[in-house]
């Protein structure tokens, strides 16, 4: 059965004790006591219903989990008498990074590569939760008692190892570390060719898992065994392109998409490369660094090539829901290839928070906020999944929220342009413009002015009433626009904000024509409120695809 982390952790509580009530009030205690938005009575029925559904059970005639009202929940199905209920648990895991051992710093990206290649393959195993990339690397180089840093990240196992690289041959060591007793579980070395290494991966990945006891489905075997032998220039090329992708900066997603089309250049066939560039494409387009064409579109391109090389890959799936929700407007076909790809890996991090935006976007801010809660247990240390919590919580018009939870992220990195952008919204929205202005003007700065960051700002001073403000960045917009692409639906958001509905819809128009991405939120966020009201809005709601209906 398919089922997500809450609906779960509630089974598990349930089996543990069958046939005993188990309150709604230990549930919450058990699994939501560390959430600080997820409005609770929601997400448990929530839950519950998804629990039910993935059971075949109803309310109303219930085999396994019965509702007592005012009361709680107990199950109420056969066990098997040899399995004792203390033995259901989620095993959980953190993957250290590979230690470089050829101390030669041009050799970090392939460490670092296939410390997250490893990652890649282990999240595949619905039953292991597996601690993500980026939460992971802010251990690296790090020494510290295995036990200390288990308990931070909530793990029960820790794998470390080293990498040595001497031209085409690698060796890979790996120890497996029960963080509860600091006892070893296990410890293995590979030495292979280059040309190997997508089944080191594997082969670490089934070791680990039989070694904690998970048992592997019948897909999750076909998938870590379906291997093929790659390109060594191709593959060295990539990993360097997700070593630039992760350093989320402009010039680093510049090398990312250079060292991807290497990839692709020197192996054609390498679907991990497509869905790669097609990630560096969405990010270019979502924050207007390129035109729709180069951006959502190329994205949607590339993720359809991937998925026709290699329709089991997780990634694909979810670089084209992303791509098509901001390319075609369009949430419904875009949650299927959401879905699809946590099928495939259920842990895959760069999925759940892109769902979650896309949930908020059609209005269903229960689900959008129960997957947030899911990556960021996986990934709590991540600047771009913080960001979008931030962004969440001003969607779905709860902005103070946001704003208390955006002071803990700057914490994690106060120079990271887009957590200032979503701060400033949250705070534009919540009324307070003055502070709203101050993070944009930061964004401004630590992003050598970037055009999105100046056209929000100029949307802050048109909400706080600042008129002249607000026409000065239009027609800053407008020269910056003779040299770089500037998203017409900046000029609509400002438009609308400073109550110029002529303008406003002109630029809407010419957004649609565009294709630019922001205007899959139309519907959500508040940057349209004043033009609601007027009957023309209707055909931009038009434009959208939010419900199957």
């Known amino acids: 059965m398919r089922l997500q982390e809450q609906p779960l952790q509630i089974l598990l509580m349930l089996l543990k004790h069958p046939g005993n009530v188990i309150s709604r009030e230990e549930l919450r205690q058990k699994i939501w006591a560390s959430d600080t938005f997820v409005d609770f009575d929601h997400g448990i029925n929530n839950a519950i219903k998804r629990l039910r559904e993935a059971l075949g059970d109803t309310a109303e005639t219930p085999r396994y989990v019965e509702t007592l009202p005012r009361r709680g929940y107990r199950f109420v199905g056969q066990l098997d008498d040899s399995t004792p209920a203390s033995s259901f648990r989620v095993p959980s895991l953190a993957v250290l990074p590979l230690e470089n051992l050829s101390r030669d710093p041009e050799q970090e990206y392939f460490a670092d590569g296939l410390t997250e290649a490893l990652i890649t393959s282990l999240a595949k195993i619905r039953a292991l939760r597996v601690v993500s990339r980026t939460t992971a690397m802010h251990y690296k180089g790090v020494h510290r008692p295995l036990p200390e840093i288990a308990r931070e990240l909530g793990v029960e196992s820790v794998l470390e190892g080293t990498v040595l690289r001497s031209g085409d041959r690698v060796r890979i060591s790996a120890q497996l570390i029960d963080a ?33 006891q998970v048992k592997l489905t019948p897909e999750e075997q076909q998938q870590l065994a379906r291997v093929r ?66 951006g959502y579109g190329a994205a949607k391109a590339a993720a359809q090539k991937a998925i026709e090389l290699d329709p089991t890959l997780a990634e694909a799936h979810g670089s084209l829901a992303w791509a098509i929700m901001h390319y075609d407007f369009d949430c419904v076909s875009a949650e299927k290839e959401f ?127 600042h008129r ?40 809407l128009e010419e957004a649609h024509r565009d294709r630019s991405s922001w205007i899959v939120y139309s519907d959500c966020a508040r940057w349209l409120d004043r033009l609601r009201p007027d009957p023309r809005f209707e055909r931009v709601r038009g434009w959208l695809k939010l419900s199957a209906g």
Request: proline share 5%; glycine share 6%.
């Open 180 to 212: 509860r007793t600091d006892s070893h579980l296990w410890a293995e070395s590979y030495d292979r060719d280059l040309r190997d290494m997508l089944g080191i991966h594997s082969e670490l990945a089934g070791a680990i898992a039989k070694e904690i």
């Open 229 to 294: 032998p790659v390109n060594i220039e191709s593959y060295e090329a990539y990993l360097k392109a997700r070593f630039h992708w992760n350093k989320l900066t402009p010039d680093g997603l510049k090398k990312a998409v250079e060292y991807f089309q290497i990839a692709i250049a020197k192996d054609p066939s390498y679907a991990a490369a497509h869905s790669g560039l097609a990630d560096c494409a969405s990010r270019l387009g979502f924050w207007g660094f390129a035109p729709a064409e180069r």
């Open 339 to 465: 879905r699809r790809a946590l099928e495939l890996n259920p842990h895959y991090t760069s999925v759940p928070h892109f769902y979650a935006v896309c949930l908020a976007a059609m209005k269903r801010p229960d689900e959008s906020f129960a997957e947030m809660k899911r990556i960021l247990q996986l990934d709590p240390f991540s600047l771009v999944v913080n960001m979008t919590a931030i962004a969440i919580f001003w969607l779905v018009g709860r902005p103070a929220e946001g704003i208390e939870f955006g002071k803990k992220t700057l914490e994690l990195d106060p120079r990271f342009a887009p957590t200032r952008w979503a701060l400033g919204f949250s705070y534009c929205e919540n009324r307070s413009y003055e502070a709203a202005a101050t993070e944009l003007e930061q964004a401004l700065q630590l992003s050598d002015g970037a055009a999105v960051y100046r056209a929000v700002l100029g949307y802050i001073h048109a909400k706080a009433g």
């Open 468 to 507: 002249e403000d607000a026409l000065r960045v239009i027609a800053e917009l407008k020269e910056l626009s003779r040299r770089l692409y500037v998203m017409p639906f900046w000029y609509a958001m400002i438009y609308a904000a400073l109550g110029d509905t002529e303008n406003a819809f002109h630029w």
